[in-house]
């Protein structure tokens, strides 16, 4: 008399178990490239994270790769991706910048301003002087931007004020890695900020999935070292 071997039968994959199947895979592809920045190369993890936050900014994979970046620990947009999500997100005009004061003084200041598209509405951002920032002490660190190129850092923290101001969801909840490097102390003690543990805990409803634990120590994600380049 024969015995029938019964075979279990395999076990279907749930949507979500499916959909975060997918995005390990493309998230390996990714990590395998030599054109990603050297933070995601062999890191799917990172890769994840960055794929998340690319899905809820509507952008493009690679482009946030090569925006995010960890200055003292804390992760940060570069203020020219942030002012060019706010531009292309089709609420607002263009942002524009108007200067005060003397240039060359503590009174010479930047005023970034834009349109909204729905009413024609003209909405300005908060003013920023030199005096300012000698006063919250941006410019008196060693290395300090603001020390040779005062004017951008004027655009940049003005066109920061005005997008956290008008659209904060756009830069969902992070601040830029220029507003980090500037809140270092004396001592480079740098002043509490949103995390990517944070911020994947907001994306998440409060949780993170066993899955999305994948990525290596969340505190040296995207890493990337803060020179000169970063404000071109």
Not at 177 to 183: F, L, P
Request: charge should be negative.
């Amino acid at each position: 008399m024969s015995t029938e071997v019964i075979k279990p039968k395999p076990t279907e994959m749930t949507e979500e178990q499916a959909a975060f199947d997918l995005a390990q895979r493309k998230a390996k592809v990714y990590s395998t490239s030599t054109l990603v920045p050297k933070e995601y190369r062999d890191n799917i993890g990172n890769v994840l994270v960055a794929q998340n936050m690319a899905h809820r900014l509507g952008a493009d994979l690679l482009m946030v790769m090569q925006n995010l970046y960890v200055v003292h620990g804390n992760p940060g947009w570069s203020a020219k991706f942030l002012i060019a999500c706010f531009n292309q997100c089709g609420r607002f005009a263009a942002i524009k910048y108007k200067f005060t004061g003397k240039k060359g003084t503590e009174s010479w200041g930047c005023i970034a301003h834009t349109t909204e598209l729905a009413t024609g509405e003209v909405i300005e951002g908060t003013e920023v002087t030199i005096k300012m920032a000698k006063d919250e002490g941006w410019s008196t660190k060693n290395g300090s931007k603001w020390k040779t190129m005062p004017e951008l850092m004027l655009r940049y923290r003005s066109a920061t004020f005005l997008v956290r101001t008008t659209a904060p969801e756009i830069g969902m909840g992070l601040m830029t890695h220029e507003e980090i490097d500037d809140m270092r102390t004396i001592e480079g003690e740098v002043a509490p900020s949103t995390s990517i543990k944070d911020v994947l805990l907001e994306l998440n409803g409060g949780g993170v999935s066993e899955e999305a634990t994948v990525t290596t120590s969340t505190e040296n994600l995207f890493e990337k070292e803060n020179d000169a380049e970063q404000y071109e």
